[in-house]
């Protein structure tokens, strides 16, 4: 990098990609760490450093990006963790400041933003359907632990308005957006929150993870070969409803295949999931089971939102209008979503 003198007037930054030197030097001096090595692992969301520190220790500062929904919702996020932590939940814990503090408020020249240092979370993420299996029991232990959590509530909720009335008005903040896509999604929205209406009464309400697609947790063995799975990234977790959390799953495998409808790898997949979550106690409703093509496309109408919402720091590049058309089509086709096992599958434990 090289030094410059004073940044032109007419520049306005949308955001930082910080260097990782700097990051260390703010977890030496504000966690009394000795880092001895940092790297960038991806800009996205957030902004998230590997670390190393004397002795070995592993760990992973975020440094949060700032989001039109509002302030950042850390002290809900942290107060969870150390809750579902003190409750035997796998989490990757987080890290009090060596004054005690939650978090770390740093001055960007697009704002301010909060870093936040955690333990590391070994293991990889989930492949084998044994490893998918022990993702659903950790999601029902977590479940069943944040039941008593009394902390610091949520700024946000995983509701209707979270999931899909934000995105609404970010379309319609979309610079040129077609009058038609905007018009179609205007229905779109309208029918799958009228359809949340009519199905809420019956659905289970739990504190949501808000991002259990998959990558969000690591699956470790134990000596006994047994696998166990550690959660991790909670910054969009909030109250909800249980399918929401479920069926985040299989909507980032719908996507990241490009696929309209279930294919035999999925459905094994989510036969062991939904198995493994029920083998830790907790319970699926058939109002739960039957919402979750409702809330897979709610799941897709909110992330869809999270990159319009980002246009001036990712570019239009992310949701580009033929795109955005397209999407329309894929969530009706997900209206009719089957997930039952394939025929000849091996039951799920």
Same mark, same amino acid.
């Given at each position: 990098m090289t030094s410059a003198g004073p940044c032109d007037p007419e520049l306005v930054p949308a955001h930082t990609t910080v260097a990782a030197a700097s990051v260390a030097a703010w977890v030496r001096r504000h966690y !009394?760490?000795?880092?001895? $090595?940092?790297?960038?692992?991806?800009? !996205?969301? *957030? &902004? *998230?450093?590997?670390l190393r520190v004397q002795g070995g220790a592993r760990h992973v500062a975020r440094l949060y990006t700032i989001r039109p929904r509002g302030p950042f919702n850390i002290e809900f996020e942290t107060a969870l963790l150390a809750h579902l932590q003190r409750r035997g939940v796998g989490v990757a814990a987080p890290v009090a400041t060596a004054a005690g503090g939650t978090h770390v408020a740093l001055q960007c020249p697009e704002g301010r933003r909060a870093l936040v240092l955690f333990r590391h979370a070994d293991g990889a993420v989930p492949d084998a359907l044994d490893e998918f299996a022990a993702t659903g029991e950790a999601l029902a232990c977590m479940h069943a632990a944040a039941r008593d959590y009394a902390g610091p509530p949520s700024l946000y909720a995983l509701d209707g308005h979270g999931l899909a009335g934000r995105t609404l008005a970010y379309l319609k903040a979309y610079p040129g957006l077609d009058a038609g896509v905007l018009a179609s999604y205007e229905s779109l929205i309208g029918a799958l929150l009228?359809?949340?209406a009519a199905a809420q009464p019956g659905l289970t309400r739990v504190l949501c993870h808000g991002d259990? $697609? !998959?990558? *969000? *947790? $690591? %699956? %470790?063995? &134990?000596e006994a070969g047994g696998k166990r799975a550690v959660l991790f990234d909670f910054d969009?977790?909030?109250? !909800?409803?249980?399918?929401? &959390?479920?069926? %985040?799953?299989?909507?980032?495998?719908?996507v990241r295949k490009g696929l309209r409808e279930a294919d035999d790898v999925l459905r094994e997949r989510w036969a062991h999931y939904l198995a493994g979550y029920r083998a830790a106690g907790g319970v699926v409703g058939d109002a739960d089971r039957a919402a979750l093509p409702l809330f897979i496309q709610l799941r897709h109408l909110w992330n869809l939102g999270e990159g319009v919402s980002r246009l001036h720091h990712w570019g239009t590049s992310v949701a580009p209008e033929d795109w955005l058309r397209r999407q329309v089509e894929v969530m009706a086709a997900?209206?009719?979503?089957d997930l039952a096992p394939p025929a000849g599958a091996a039951a799920a434990p």
């Amino acid at each position: 990098m090289t030094s410059a003198g004073p940044c032109d007037p007419e520049l306005v930054p949308a955001h930082t990609t910080v260097a990782a030197a700097s990051v260390a030097a703010w977890v030496r001096r504000h966690y !009394g760490l000795a880092v001895e $090595h940092c790297v960038l692992i991806r800009r !996205g969301l *957030n &902004d *998230n450093y590997a670390l190393r520190v004397q002795g070995g220790a592993r760990h992973v500062a975020r440094l949060y990006t700032i989001r039109p929904r509002g302030p950042f919702n850390i002290e809900f996020e942290t107060a969870l963790l150390a809750h579902l932590q003190r409750r035997g939940v796998g989490v990757a814990a987080p890290v009090a400041t060596a004054a005690g503090g939650t978090h770390v408020a740093l001055q960007c020249p697009e704002g301010r933003r909060a870093l936040v240092l955690f333990r590391h979370a070994d293991g990889a993420v989930p492949d084998a359907l044994d490893e998918f299996a022990a993702t659903g029991e950790a999601l029902a232990c977590m479940h069943a632990a944040a039941r008593d959590y009394a902390g610091p509530p949520s700024l946000y909720a995983l509701d209707g308005h979270g999931l899909a009335g934000r995105t609404l008005a970010y379309l319609k903040a979309y610079p040129g957006l077609d009058a038609g896509v905007l018009a179609s999604y205007e229905s779109l929205i309208g029918a799958l929150l009228d359809q949340l209406a009519a199905a809420q009464p019956g659905l289970t309400r739990v504190l949501c993870h808000g991002d259990t $697609h !998959g990558f *969000n *947790n $690591h %699956v %470790v063995a &134990d000596e006994a070969g047994g696998k166990r799975a550690v959660l991790f990234d909670f910054d969009d977790a909030g109250p !909800g409803f249980l399918a929401y &959390d479920l069926a %985040v799953m299989p909507w980032s495998y719908l996507v990241r295949k490009g696929l309209r409808e279930a294919d035999d790898v999925l459905r094994e997949r989510w036969a062991h999931y939904l198995a493994g979550y029920r083998a830790a106690g907790g319970v699926v409703g058939d109002a739960d089971r039957a919402a979750l093509p409702l809330f897979i496309q709610l799941r897709h109408l909110w992330n869809l939102g999270e990159g319009v919402s980002r246009l001036h720091h990712w570019g239009t590049s992310v949701a580009p209008e033929d795109w955005l058309r397209r999407q329309v089509e894929v969530m009706a086709a997900w209206k009719t979503l089957d997930l039952a096992p394939p025929a000849g599958a091996a039951a799920a434990p």
